[in-house]
């Protein structure tokens, strides 16, 4: 037995099981999304059952292309979500990390601080945003536009600046139960949870950055801006795609956030829209599960190429 042998055959279980484990799903969903399969429908009992014999073709693609009414509304807002979740966390996760990268008291309290809410289940992350943070009456955001309204109620009685202040409406928290809003909220929550993940990755990137390339810099006159552009985003390049790419496809697959705060009211995206169909009509579910699987691709391929060429130039 050859050296390789021996040690494709020790492999050879797990690539196996890694197989099944994505191929027989996909595998069923391909097939259901090509025939009639509806959980409930008195009339035509045979399609209650996955059978070859309710074969649709490509039916059930035509119908959530063109007549379901929610999917492509499901797809901008997908789209929408993962793009300002990604923006957001790259951004902030950049700022973090390069304020944190440097020797200050109490430095590792702060690291596991930063990196906790990475922990949190999305469900619960959901329930603390939406009821404790974002609601309108009990939550910090009426808390603390009711704040603002009394201190410009106590500014209208002086004599000077009362004036002024006498024409200030008087502030409305935002509802971020909303229709128009509901997908903000999502979307701050996600910000929120992920951006720890974001800073890991860019920190540990941080501690290998050639220290004598920024030495010279400053030699040379760069200023810290000028530095953080030609030094320290080029050395970044790499963990920002796989922060982009890994983000890219975990949050295409929202739902716990969007059932908890609006239970698909405004901000309905594929995954929920796939719940949606697949408590009757497994068969638009699967044709909708492909869907998505195709726009992820999409949008990771697309996203990794735009972040790579933009940062490797």
Request: proline share 5%.
């Amino acid at each position: 037995m050859s050296k390789r042998t021996l040690p494709r055959l020790l492999q050879t279980p797990a690539v196996m099981l890694l197989l099944i484990w994505m191929l027989v799903p996909l595998g069923m969903t391909l097939f259901f999304s090509f025939i009639r399969y509806v959980l409930n429908n008195l009339r035509r009992p045979e399609w209650t059952a996955p059978d070859i014999a309710n074969w649709r073709g490509f039916g059930n693609y035509e119908y959530v292309l063109f007549s379901a009414k929610d999917f492509w509304f499901a797809v901008q807002n997908s789209l929408f979500m993962v793009i300002s979740i990604i923006l957001l966390t790259v951004v902030l996760g950049l700022a973090i990390a390069v304020l944190i990268n440097r020797t200050f008291p109490g430095r590792g309290i702060v690291r596991v601080l930063l990196i906790s809410p990475f922990f949190v289940m999305p469900a619960v992350n959901a329930v603390l945003w939406i009821n404790m943070i974002l609601d309108p009456v009990l939550g910090l955001n009426g808390q603390a536009v009711g704040g603002i309204n009394a201190i410009i109620a106590g500014l209208k009685d002086f004599p000077i600046l009362g004036g002024f202040f006498s024409l200030w409406p008087e502030i409305e928290p935002i509802s971020f139960r909303a229709t128009q809003t509901s997908i903000y909220a999502v979307i701050i929550m996600v910000t929120w949870q992920w951006t720890p993940f974001a800073v890991l990755i860019f920190i540990t990137s941080l501690q290998s950055e050639d220290q004598q390339q920024k030495e010279a810099a400053i030699l040379d006159g760069a200023n810290a801006w000028s530095q953080f552009v030609n030094l320290t985003i080029p050395h970044l390049a790499r963990p920002i795609a796989i922060v982009v790419m890994i983000q890219a496809i975990f949050h295409l697959s929202l739902y716990a956030e969007i059932e908890i705060v609006s239970r698909g009211n405004g901000n309905k995206n594929l995954p929920y829209l796939i719940g949606e169909f697949a408590s009757n009509n497994i068969g638009a579910a699967s044709a909708t599960g492909i869907f998505a699987v195709i726009l992820a691709n999409i949008v990771a391929i697309f996203l990794l190429r735009m972040v790579g060429k933009s940062l490797m130039d």
